[in-house]
């Protein structure tokens, strides 16, 4: 081939004569085509012939139409294509959508039509789109400038419509963080509705990266301001997700420093965020290299073979999900405050949250100390050994020199004892902040000396009040509990769980699960399966992540994951197992799950505070109270009904 070709035409057989056409339309424009049968050369295999033509060019142009659905050859030809980072330009040339598995490879690549005849007559928003990205590509070559991504970040485009040049700046972002792989998002193809309002606040919240164009004219946009508060607050519940990268469009040629300043609430959101400037089109390379140097700078990473899931996450775990618990927590410990509750069912992610905020805390210069009570039940004998063996896991981390055991009075209380060695072998002879967390708190509770334990916790709350210079002003203590504690105690001013700062973990979004299937390089390959998949679990963090393992490591299929979903000696055979055995020999619960799968409710709050705590259902109240997930019921409905 004397040139080298520019543009791939992938087409079914019956198409070809639309195929054709476009073909002889973009090279009568100077833009060289690859196309079969014309491109092959003789007595090459097709398929070699084709993987070739996909190699050589930047750009695929997909023919679509009723045909191009059910091709299993323009599928393979799209994965190839996909995987290489290629340019996608689907041209609908009839008024049909995508199937499934199309859907998912072009979910947020913008679409042309041609769908009137003739045909040719319709092609000029494809020459243009074409030329456009060949233009920045040859001004510095995709290769060049972008950065490689384990990983494709969804990156939404904010601009103002109908305004010059942030329309032409738009498309020299788009065509270049698509050359780079990744998925960009513009509402221009959307029809303006309550839906659009949605999807527009979907996408700004689900995005990596937020891209505004901000000209004279753009800044006065009520509803670009509007976007980027929603962008801004997304960030401020997501531990800075996603990334606001702000682009300065010809905004400030020829005005004075003080005009250069942007107007509310743009400063309020953008002022302290460094920019990138777009005066000309010289500056298209420029841009484009900042803007995916800046993309890479921050969001490359690797992603770790996985562990089955069970257990607190690794902190380096690319698979761990923030919550906007986990702000709170961290809130919590820079105020210092006295007493942080993290309240969750069994494998909610209590310890993984409890390891990520003692992590925060260290990196701030805190003293931590982690006691876990599971690992500990030695201790739990009596109220003695509970607080010595307290007191010998703060010396241990400490490095104190006096024992405790040496220092114990057996004449004082085992309570008296505890505070005695805190005031004067801890806090008076350690600087700084320390922070005390006590996992599995839940094993104290129907002990004889429940109370006693909890009192004690309270009464230091207390003393910060009546002593706002004393010790215990430098002691944060962190409780890790799933059973509703608070009920338990009979004396409400002996409770620390009334007078702490209160986290209380909930179940995934559908948001959070979508992310989680990003993370896991999309098992899930459209919208039909997310919504498959989340009607399964719900929000369950444990089978979430327990889903995906099986997808991604164990090959299963999600047909087969909700065939066998419930099954006894299934994958999730051995956790639903539990929940039965938690049933065991309590007719008076099981009477009452029994009720609520014949859609009865649950009939006081005692046993809606039990069943919630196990992790069984959810919701806010006994009557408006559910299955955490349809597996849960799926499976109690096979064995108790």
């Given amino acids: 081939m004397a040139q080298e070709p520019d543009v791939f035409i992938s087409y079914s057989s019956s198409d070809e004569l639309a195929a054709e056409s476009v073909c002889r339309v973009l090279e009568r424009n100077k833009i060289r085509c690859w196309i079969a049968p014309r491109d092959i050369p003789a007595g090459e295999p097709w398929d070699n012939a084709i993987i070739d033509g996909i190699k050589a060019t930047s750009i695929m142009v997909l023919i679509h139409s009723s045909n191009a659905n059910g091709s299993d050859q323009i599928k393979r030809e799209l ?10 330009i689907p041209l609908r040339i009839e008024a049909v959508h995508p199937d499934d598995e199309l859907e998912y490879i072009l979910a947020t690549v913008q679409w042309l039509n041609a769908i009137e005849k003739p045909l040719e007559d319709q092609l000029e928003p494809l020459i243009k789109r074409v030329n456009t990205i060949l233009e920045a590509s040859r001004q510095q070559p995709a290769a060049e400038i972008a950065p490689r991504f384990d990983i494709s970040l969804r ?20 065509s270049g963080l698509r050359a780079a792989g990744h998925q960009v998002f513009i509402d221009r193809h959307l029809k303006v509705g309550d839906e659009w309002a ?38 401020r519940q997501n531990a800075g997700k996603p990334r606001i990268l702000p682009v300065r469009v010809t905004y400030e040629k020829g005005l004075t420093p003080e005009e250069q300043s942007l107007p509310e609430p743009f400063f309020s959101v953008l002022g302290h965020l460094q920019y990138q400037p777009w005066e000309s089109e010289a500056d298209d390379s420029e841009l484009l290299a900042r803007v995916l140097e800046s993309l890479a700078a921050k969001t490359q990473r690797t992603i770790v073979p996985e562990q089955e899931p069970g257990g607190a996450d690794p902190l380096d775990s690319p698979y761990y999900i ?23 069912a069994r494998q909610m992610g209590k310890t993984s949250l409890l390891a990520r905020g003692l992590k925060y805390a260290r990196d701030k210069g805190k003293k931590v100390i982690a006691c876990d009570l599971q690992k500990n039940q030695g201790n739990l004998a009596s109220l003695e050994s509970l607080y010595i063996g307290l007191c010998e896991a703060i010396a241990n981390r400490l490095d104190l020199s006096i024992s405790p055991r040496k220092d114990w009075d057996p004449i004082l209380s085992p309570g008296d004892n505890l505070e005695r060695y805190l005031r004067r072998e801890v806090l008076g002879k350690t600087e700084g902040h320390l922070v005390l967390a006590i996992d599995e708190i839940d094993l104290l509770i129907d002990r004889p000396y429940t109370n006693e334990v909890f009192g004690q916790f309270r009464s230091w709350h207390n003393e910060r009040a009546m002593d706002p210079d004393g010790p215990w002003k430098r002691l944060t203590l962190a409780i890790v509990y799933a059973t509703e504690a608070h009920l338990l105690i009979t004396d409400q001013n002996q409770s620390p769980f009334n007078v702490g700062t209160k986290i209380d973990l909930q179940d995934f979004a559908r948001e959070q699960v979508d992310e989680l299937n990003q993370r896991y390089q999309c098992p899930l390959r459209n919208e039909s399966e997310l919504k498959r998949f989340f009607a399964l679990f719900s929000g369950q963090p444990y089978l979430n992540r327990r889903g995906f393992y099986d997808l991604t490591h164990e090959g299963k299929s999600l047909d087969e994951i909700e065939a066998h979903a419930d099954a006894d000696d299934g994958p999730y055979g051995d956790h639903l197992k539990r929940i039965l055995f938690k049933l065991a020999g309590n007719e008076a619960l099981k009477d009452v799950v029994r009720g609520l799968l ?7 709050a005692m046993t809606f505070y039990r069943l919630r705590s196990a992790g069984l259902v959810a919701g806010p109240s006994a009557e408006k109270a559910q299955f955490r997930c349809a597996i849960y019921r799926r499976f109690l409905a096979r064995h108790l009904v």
């Fill in 79 to 88: 994965h190839l294509a996909h995987s290489r980072k290629k340019v996608l």
């Fill in 322 to 344: 923030e919550r906007p618990t986990d702000l709170r927590f961290r809130d919590a410990l820079d105020h210092q405050d006295s007493i942080v509750l993290i309240k969750g």
């Fill in 198 to 235: 949605i999807e527009i606040k979907r996408q700004v919240q689900q995005s990596d990266a937020i891209i505004p164009l901000l000209s004279r004219d753009s800044v006065k946009s009520e509803m670009l301001a509007e976007e980027l508060e929603e962008a801004a607050k997304a960030a």
């Fill in 598 to 604: 014949q859609g009865r409710p649950i009939p006081d």
């Fill in 155 to 174: 990156v939404a485009l904010l601009y103002r419509r109908d305004t010059k040049p942030d329309d032409y700046v738009l498309s020299v972002l788009e």
